[in-house]
């Protein structure tokens, strides 16, 4: 799950601090009275729960004075709609901020990335990039922001979501086990509406048969340091995604009209397929597929490890922003070719500046910190209303130019 990175403007001192204040207060407010009907499932779902391992004392923890949180059947329901074309989707994933903060995250932490690559054969880029893209690298206040205590999420969507009830009453139980081993606190699993967690969004059946207590505290956790959270990441790619080692994701191409199937990159190049940089293929023997995501635009030859991302999230586009990003951020170029009707993404200093013109004009974009998620959208979509523009929400050089002309 992709998690919104437009703030409003706190230093991230004041977010740190405002957590702690957080968690010092109780988790799972009180309201007046359960819906109705809520206490009879909770009660048998006591039963289940403790019949499955989970002792009395995790139980009245998490869910003994627990109201569901109603808002996530609104959440379910209203998900932002923008309509984004393939370009601006990969546009905005594959932005100014996130190159820039993923050189510096690299930084940091270089010795940690690679003793992933050692460990599991994970490139780098594509760990960055899924950091990047579910929590803009661990932002505090992503967390602060964006997320609230799982439980209340979890515990309406078990009772009271009749299409997936299996599924969410079994990721309750997930993270009630997660307590019940000691990893963490009903206070800190704090997530999406559904129910993701951390740096690199995990669901509980993740964390719970996936992590791995990469920094050796003791403890399995996606929050905190970035350790466990990427070291498992690497893990499910490698074993859910069937990831190669050693191999990269795949190339932009030029191919010949007809080009179709999967063979090996030999077999693609003795049949005219070569690399759009003119490069070689640094493993002849290795094979992939050619995927042309729209006629006109790029074209790719896609291997193995395009499709462990993609086990992540099961959308193509998803995939090829995040093996993008990933390769941006090791300092490789833009498509060489472009996709119909694109345009060049905005810089940095070109989204703040959209960003405090909306903000100016009455939009509230969440923020002016170059990170465009829903609530930019949003304000993009609201304006583009107001002036006439196609409401997609996209915040490009089309709108930059009428919000300078005001």
Not at 18 to 24: F, K, Q, R
Not at 72 to 81: D, L
Not at 206 to 214: A, H, P, Q, R
Request: aromatic share 10%; charged share 20%.
């Amino acid at each position: 799950m992709t998690i919104l990175d437009s703030h409003i403007r706190l230093s991230r001192r004041s977010a740190l601090q405002c957590l702690g204040a957080l968690a010092a207060l109780a988790p799972f407010p009180a309201l007046a009275a359960p819906p109705q009907g809520f206490e009879p499932w909770r009660d048998g779902f006591r039963a289940r729960a403790l019949a499955k391992g989970i002792s009395d004392a995790t139980w009245s923890r998490c869910m003994g004075r627990i109201e569901p949180d109603m808002s996530v059947f609104k959440q379910m329901r209203n998900q932002p709609e923008f309509h984004e074309k393939t370009w601006q989707y990969i546009n905005r994933r594959v932005s100014d901020w996130r190159i820039t903060a993923g050189k510096e995250a690299l930084r940091k932490n270089e010795a940690l990335f690679a003793r992933i690559e050692h460990d599991f054969g994970v490139e780098r880029g594509t760990l960055l990039a899924l950091w990047g893209v579910e929590s803009a690298f661990g932002d505090p206040l992503v967390q602060k922001n964006h997320m609230r205590p799982v439980f209340p999420s979890l515990a309406a969507l078990a009772w009271n979501e009749p299409r997936r009830r299996s599924y969410w009453e079994t990721e309750l139980i997930n993270a009630l086990r997660i307590v019940n081993k000691g990893w963490s606190t009903p206070e800190e699993m704090r997530g999406s509406w559904a129910g993701a967690m951390g740096h690199t969004q995990w669901m509980p059946e993740v964390w719970l048969n996936v992590g791995m207590d990469y920094d050796h505290d003791g403890r399995v956790s996606p929050f905190g340091k970035p350790d466990d959270a990427l070291g498992s990441t690497a893990r499910y790619l490698v074993n859910r995604g069937k990831y190669h080692r050693g191999e990269h994701w795949g190339y932009e191409v030029r191919a010949p009209g007809g080009a179709s199937g999967s063979r090996s990159y030999a077999a693609w190049a003795a049949a005219g397929v070569q690399r759009a940089d003119g490069k070689a293929f640094p493993q002849p023997n290795a094979s992939a597929k050619l995927w042309v995501p729209e006629p006109g635009g790029p074209v790719f030859l896609l291997g193995p490890n395009f499709y462990a991302v993609r086990s992540y999230n099961p959308s193509m586009n998803y995939a090829l922003a995040i093996c993008h990003l990933g390769d941006r951020i090791l300092g490789a170029s833009p498509f060489l070719h472009p996709f119909p009707g694109s345009e060049r993404a905005l810089t940095l200093a070109e989204v703040q500046e959209v960003q405090t013109r909306l903000t100016k004009a009455g939009f509230d974009t969440g923020g002016t910190d170059g990170r465009v998620g829903n609530d930019t959208m949003k304000a993009v979509k609201d304006f583009q209303t107001r002036v006439g523009l196609p409401t997609d929400g996209y915040a490009g050089l089309e709108v930059l130019g009428r919000l300078r002309a005001q």
